[in-house]
């Protein structure tokens, strides 16, 4: 008789699972957020990015080790040529339960209905004005209307819970939390609230100025909504809240007020095939490089992954000063 053997789960240095992915399908992007990149930015050659069927054979890999969640993120997902297909075969990896997606909505009219036929349960959506000029300033070139629309086609295409992330900055939208909860409400969808990391060298733009912290949104929201402690947890970092007598839930995600490392469940993969172990650190496997050392070789790759849980760090440090200790931007870290 043979012996079930119980499958080898990703476990760190600190004793915390690893049951969650995040890759980042692009560094590229239709938008030029101005805490995420510089308004000109020098994307990755094509070479150099990891094409689909390696990204397959990394997420196959990964629920091979027992990870249950996968966000596909970026840049901006939705202008990789292709994504579609991948999020199908995902999609039907066994072990995975959920399959997310954070996009910033100016494709959504065209993808929703897709994307939930496709396989992807939940939808972020980030949305952090409802000012078409501040969205223009905010963006450097999207535009609110597209995305409003996006947001009324993802609500029609069947996912099982909608999300809109909004980054706040003092003196930019920090007045418009109350609204964008309304809108939350009046969509019947969740909201998170995130305060601004320093990852990248940004300019026209000083961080340590726009700091707004989680409870002073929290404050200026206790004085429109009751909000009531939220026992949710979705296998990230927010922390929520239930807006009383409605469906909606808001979030707050602080990464420089709460830290929120001593539970943390995830890795990313970026865009060029760097397996970072954390968001607020250097420390990271090049599995791109060991892909395509050992063509067709699965073990090699997952033995990496299992290696790679080693120098997994056990937190970060946020300073808020004009030069970012990290300096990859978000779009290329997979926020
Ligand atoms: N392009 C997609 C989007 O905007 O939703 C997905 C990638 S984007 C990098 C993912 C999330 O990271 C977005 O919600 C965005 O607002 C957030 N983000 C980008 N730069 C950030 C920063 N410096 N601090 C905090 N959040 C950031
Ligand atoms: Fe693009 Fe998202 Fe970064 Fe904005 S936050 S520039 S939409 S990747």
Same mark, same amino acid.
């Given at each position: 008789?043979?012996?079930?053997?119980?499958?080898?789960?990703?476990?760190?240095?600190?004793?915390?699972?690893?049951?969650?992915?995040?890759?980042?399908?692009?560094?590229?992007?239709?938008?030029?957020?101005?805490?995420?990149?510089?308004?000109?930015?020098?994307?990755?050659?094509?070479?150099?990015?990891?094409?689909?069927?390696?990204?397959?054979?990394?997420?196959?890999?990964?629920?091979?080790?027992?990870?249950?969640?996968?966000?596909?993120?970026?840049?901006?997902?939705?202008?990789?040529?292709?994504?579609?297909?991948?999020?199908?075969?995902?999609?039907?990896?066994?072990?995975?339960?959920?399959?997310?997606?954070?996009?910033?909505?100016?494709?959504?009219?065209?993808?929703?209905?897709?994307?939930?036929?496709?396989?992807?349960?939940?939808?972020?959506?980030?949305?952090?004005?409802?000012?078409?000029?501040?969205?223009?300033?905010?963006?450097?070139?999207?535009?609110?209307?597209?995305?409003?629309?996006?947001?009324?086609?993802?609500?029609? #295409?069947?996912?099982?819970?909608?999300?809109?992330? #909004?980054?706040?900055?003092?003196?930019?939208?920090?007045?418009?939390?109350?609204?964008?909860?309304?809108?939350?409400?009046?969509?019947?969808?969740?909201?998170?609230?995130?305060?601004?990391?320093?990852?990248?060298?940004?300019?026209?733009?000083?961080? +340590?100025? #726009? +700091? +707004?912290?989680?409870?002073?949104?929290?404050?200026?929201?206790?004085?429109?909504?009751?909000?009531?402690?939220?026992?949710?947890?979705?296998?990230?970092?927010?922390? +929520?809240?239930?807006?009383?007598?409605?469906?909606?839930?808001?979030?707050?995600?602080?990464?420089?007020?709460?830290?929120?490392?001593?539970?943390?469940?995830?890795?990313?993969?970026? #865009?060029?095939?760097?397996?970072?172990?954390?968001?607020?650190?250097?420390?990271?496997?090049?599995?791109?490089?060991?892909?395509?050392?050992?063509?067709?070789?699965?073990?090699?790759?997952?033995?990496?992954?299992?290696?790679?849980?080693?120098?997994?760090?056990?937190?970060?440090?946020?300073?808020?000063?004009?030069?970012?200790?990290?300096?990859?931007?978000?779009?290329?870290?997979?926020?």
């Amino acid at each position: 008789m043979s012996e079930v053997t119980e499958p080898t789960l990703l476990i760190d240095r600190f004793g915390r699972r690893v049951n969650y992915l995040r890759i980042s399908v692009t560094d590229r992007c239709d938008f030029r957020c101005l805490y995420c990149m510089e308004e000109t930015m020098t994307f990755l050659p094509r070479a150099q990015i990891l094409t689909l069927e390696e990204i397959y054979a990394l997420a196959k890999a990964f629920t091979e080790l027992g990870v249950e969640k996968i966000r596909i993120t970026g840049g901006e997902p939705l202008v990789r040529n292709g994504v579609l297909q991948l999020v199908e075969q995902v999609a039907e990896l066994p072990g995975l339960i959920e399959l997310v997606m954070t996009t910033n909505g100016s494709q959504l009219e065209k993808f929703a209905k897709p994307l939930s036929d496709a396989g992807i349960k939940r939808l972020n959506i980030s949305l952090d004005t409802l000012n078409a000029g501040k969205f223009k300033i905010l963006t450097r070139n999207g535009d609110l209307k597209t995305v409003l629309k996006g947001i009324e086609a993802a609500k029609k #295409a069947g996912f099982h819970r909608l999300k809109i992330n #909004a980054v706040i900055l003092k003196n930019r939208n920090h007045d418009e939390v109350a609204d964008l909860v309304r809108f939350a409400i009046k969509h019947e969808i969740d909201i998170s609230f995130i305060e601004e990391m320093p990852l990248g060298v940004v300019s026209q733009h000083n961080r +340590y100025e #726009a +700091y +707004y912290s989680s409870e002073e949104i929290k404050q200026d929201l206790l004085q429109q909504f009751t909000l009531l402690p939220s026992t949710t947890k979705t296998g990230g970092p927010s922390n +929520y809240f239930q807006v009383q007598g409605t469906g909606t839930r808001v979030g707050f995600i602080s990464p420089h007020s709460h830290n929120f490392c001593s539970d943390c469940n995830r890795v990313r993969l970026t #865009a060029e095939g760097r397996l970072l172990l954390c968001l607020g650190n250097e420390h990271s496997m090049d599995m791109k490089q060991v892909l395509r050392a050992n063509p067709g070789n699965h073990e090699i790759v997952k033995q990496a992954i299992i290696q790679a849980m080693q120098i997994k760090p056990e937190k970060h440090e946020f300073v808020l000063s004009d030069q970012p200790v990290i300096l990859r931007h978000m779009n290329v870290t997979g926020g």
